[in-house]
């Protein structure tokens, strides 16, 4: 007995640390207030991060941190404020305007900034800084890899995982390989550059596709098939695996030492699914199901914890890891969010949608579109292999000119393909949606989960 004494001890004090824990959590405003001092921090580390500041002195006078802005005293911000500016308002107008046209709204964003970088009278108006135009992609970014895992439905996966792998999965890892033979045996891309071209092509395409199928499941076709839930289930699988690989064959092929880059590619994997996984169950009780503005408080978090994540592990140089933190982030918060309010995740999924489709798509594609140079989209490959030197550099203009050519040309076809879905889809019965929509209108509220010491 005197033996086991300081184990039981030991459980007693655990025991005690965890009510204690739990009574804290739940205490509704020591809940607000540790929800409000993560994203305080997420957006320090943000702002730290994107400024390259020291983390625990930011105001510290030291020339290692001044060093990247002085060679850009010259550049006049107020110009370039205002630069970003314009193409901001002039993609969400011009993208608006095309999908009067029944064309998807990408298309119109990306030609904004085609105009304004090809068009004589044109190329010269704006003036657009390099760093900020980085930072910009990704914050846009993290709002779309968002979105992408906010997609992936965890408790239909269970049930039908063959099925979503298969068009998930092998269907994108097919598509990958074609397009590499293609570009390695017939335009004579380099090996290792070809296997880059086949995932950022392939991953362009669910731009244009699932939008459209998006809209027709709106409007009721198909709806009386269980492929419309596999499908909306395999398309972040699909996206999230091209991200994934993009990160992975990116640092592989310009690695030095490929074994070296490969086991810290590996590092970074588990890092930051360990970290993404955590922050995941920290959103599960932060803030709680039933305080005042949930779901306000839960974009926030999410928002501001993905955009640390991203920009804090670029400033280490792991910026692979930040990019699975995110995604495993979003995925393992989302599926507590669907089980303890009656509202699930709508609310979190129509805010995305709207910044999206203000924020991330006219800042993101409009910056694609302003890369784009018309004068070197018909670059042939051999221009490719003239040199070793310049290889990947000439590579990777004729990447990302096919894929912005991909999308330039294949949306319009794709948009007149997908016109004859209400003539082959079924459409869900007007009675049985209004029976639908008012069934779901008078269920009762959706099982809540309190915390319990089970769940820590």
């Known amino acids: 007995f005197i033996s086991r004494l300081p184990l039981n001890e030991m459980e007693h004090v655990g025991s005690n640390f965890r009510n204690l824990a739990i009574n804290v959590v739940n205490h509704r405003e020591t809940n607000l207030a540790l929800s409000s001092l993560i994203i305080v921090l997420s957006i320090y580390v943000t702002i730290v991060s994107v400024l390259r500041r020291p983390f625990v002195h930011p105001l510290i006078a030291s020339t290692d ?83 992408i895992a906010m997609g992936f439905d965890t408790g239909l996966f269970r049930k039908a995982n063959c099925l979503i792998l298969r068009l998930g999965a092998i269907s994108t890892l097919c598509e990958i390989i074609a397009i590499t033979v293609t570009a390695h045996f017939i335009f004579c891309v380099d090996l290792r550059m070809a296997i880059l071209f086949g995932i950022v092509l392939t991953a362009s395409a669910s731009a244009i596709i699932f939008p459209i199928l998006a809209n027709l499941m709106a409007e009721g076709y198909g709806i009386g098939s269980p492929f419309c839930d596999v499908l909306q289930s395999s398309v972040p699988l699909d996206n999230l695996l091209c991200i994934c690989s993009l990160h992975i064959a990116t640092a592989i092929v310009f690695a030095v030492d490929i074994s070296y ?43 501001s914890t993905a955009l640390a994540f991203l920009f804090g592990s670029w400033t280490i140089g792991c910026q692979s890891g930040g990019v699975f933190a995110i995604a495993v982030l979003t995925i393992i918060a989302v599926y507590r969010w669907k089980l303890d309010n009656r509202f699930k995740i709508s609310k979190e999924e129509e805010a995305f949608t709207v910044i999206f489709q203000l924020f991330s798509m006219p800042v993101m594609f409009a910056l694609i579109g302003y890369d784009f140079e018309i004068t070197n989209a018909a670059l042939p490959p051999q221009i490719v292999v003239r040199s070793f030197g310049t290889m990947h550099a000439h590579t990777a203009v004729l990447i990302s000119a096919s894929c912005v050519l991909a999308i330039i040309i294949t949306a319009p076809i794709g948009q007149l393909l997908i016109f004859l879905g209400p003539r082959v889809l079924r459409v869900r019965d007007a009675n049985q949606l209004c029976s639908n929509i008012s069934t779901k209108e008078h269920q009762t509220p959706a099982r809540t989960y309190p915390l319990s010491s089970h769940y820590l």
Request: hydrophobic residues 55%.
């Open 261 to 303: 880059e490969t086991g810290i590619m590996f590092a970074q994997l588990i890092v930051g699914i360990i970290s993404g996984f955590i922050g995941g169950l920290v959103l599960w009780w932060l803030p709680r199901y039933d305080a005042e503005h949930t779901h306000f408080i839960r974009c926030a978090m999410l928002i």
């Open 65 to 147: 941190f001044n060093e990247t802005f002085m060679s850009e005293e010259s550049i006049d911000y107020k110009y370039s404020t205002m630069s970003y500016i314009m193409l901001w308002l002039c993609a969400i107008i011009f993208g608006r305007i095309i999908s009067f046209a029944k064309l998807p709204s990408l298309l119109g964003v990306l030609l904004v900034g085609i105009a304004f970088k090809n068009i004589p009278f044109m190329s010269g108006l704006l003036l657009l800084d390099k760093g900020i135009s980085d930072v910009l992609r990704k914050a846009a970014f993290s709002i779309i890899l968002i979105r």
